[in-house]
């Protein structure tokens, strides 16, 4: 991979006195972008954990493909490496949103080393990205009947089935990200706004949003604090563990995974759903699509869950694809 990066030539006098005209990141600020540390003046612009993780693993990709070792190295790199980078993408079948996302994080990474003065121009600038195939998202929503019945498998006699039936109520109700849900604490709930309780969601980026409280998942929150028994501590989060065998006790949040994999997922499970696409998004999915098919603005949705963007609201609408549409239920023979 070596190979790929042009050999520096010896610099002349007027080159040499144009370098010493533009500040450059010093020798060890350049190892930090090397080594690609979550610490660094770039990742610290990122908020989200995940986008973060996701970041790095795209250069560090990047930089094994051209073969960078030293920090020098990101002054060598061309619109023709680049382009190399993305036909090896390409090669190894990778879908058309990952690999705009990888070449997102690369652009991202030159446009700060610009802002630096570490180098003179953005070779990702101009490179193509794939198209998506679809506006559609390729997570499902679930159908009525199937909300229906996944709001009711909860035991709700439990204290952890009442969790579960208000952390379920929240995300169908509310179109909440699981990150989102996990940073609610108890004062968040029940937030009054013009006379109506309204959650206050920590979104994305640390924006703050004010989502009507749907009357059902009030009732089934204000259930589960009192047999929690926390409902009086503010500042405490909202949905605990039931047990925690780390940390030897339950005053914690819970964490997105295990919102996904042990509520989410576990009941999804019980009722026979399931499926390849059947990722954490489902539920985000089923509330937006409900919405939307219910008649909500799509401009109001967009505000609902915390978009920057109408475009990622459109990714869940799922209108056109409502099988009781399809011309198979015209067929009378």
């Given at each position: 991979m070596n190979s790929l990066i042009p050999k520096p030539q010896n610099p002349g006098i007027s080159e040499l006195a144009t370098a010493a005209e533009v500040p450059m990141l010093t020798s060890a600020q350049y190892r930090q972008l090397s080594e690609v540390p979550s610490a660094i003046e770039w990742f610290a612009n990122i908020d989200n954990p995940q986008t973060r993780r996701a970041y790095e693993n795209d250069l560090r990709d990047f930089m094994q493909f051209v073969g960078i070792h030293q920090p020098e190295d990101f002054r060598t790199v061309t619109r023709s490496h680049v382009l190399a980078w993305r036909k090896t993408l390409e090669v190894r079948q990778l879908g058309g949103s990952t690999i705009r996302r990888k070449?997102?994080?690369?652009?991202?990474?030159f446009e700060h080393l610009c802002e630096s003065n570490a180098v003179t121009h953005n070779p990702v600038k101009g490179v193509k990205r794939p198209v998506v195939e679809s506006q559609q998202g390729k997570t499902p929503a679930l159908g009525d009947a199937q909300a229906r019945a996944l709001l009711s498998t909860p035991d709700a006699s439990t204290l952890k089935g009442k969790r579960?039936?208000?952390?379920?109520?929240?995300?169908l109700y509310h179109g909440l990200r699981r990150e989102e849900l996990t940073k609610l604490k108890v004062r968040d709930y029940c937030q009054s706004r013009r006379g109506v309780?309204?959650?206050?969601?920590?979104?994305?980026?640390?924006?703050?949003?004010?989502?009507?409280?749907?009357?059902?998942?009030?009732?089934?929150?204000?259930?589960?604090?009192?047999?929690a028994g926390?409902?009086?501590?503010?500042?405490?989060?909202?949905?605990?563990?039931?047990?925690?065998?780390?940390?030897?006790?339950?005053?914690?949040?819970?964490?997105?995974?295990?919102?996904?994999?042990?509520?989410?997922?576990?009941?999804?499970?019980?009722?026979?759903?399931?499926?390849?696409?059947?990722?954490?998004?489902?539920?985000?999915?089923?509330a937006a699509t409900n919405a939307l098919d219910n008649g909500a603005d799509i401009a109001k949705v967009q505000e609902w869950l915390g978009h920057a963007n109408i475009a990622t609201t459109r990714i869940y609408d799922h209108r056109k694809t409502r099988p009781e549409d399809s011309p198979t239920f015209k067929v009378a023979y």
């Open positions: 070449l997102a994080a690369l652009a991202s990474l579960d039936r208000a952390i379920l109520s929240a995300l309780a309204h959650l206050q969601v920590q979104g994305k980026g640390g924006k703050m949003r004010f989502v009507p409280t749907h009357p059902g998942t009030l009732t089934l929150i204000e259930e589960y604090l009192e047999a926390h409902g009086q501590d503010l500042d405490a989060p909202l949905f605990r563990p039931v047990k925690n065998n780390v940390h030897g006790h339950t005053y914690t949040a819970m964490t997105p995974g295990n919102v996904y994999e042990q509520v989410v997922l576990k009941y999804l499970k019980k009722l026979g759903i399931s499926g390849r696409n059947m990722g954490p998004h489902v539920m985000r999915a089923t």
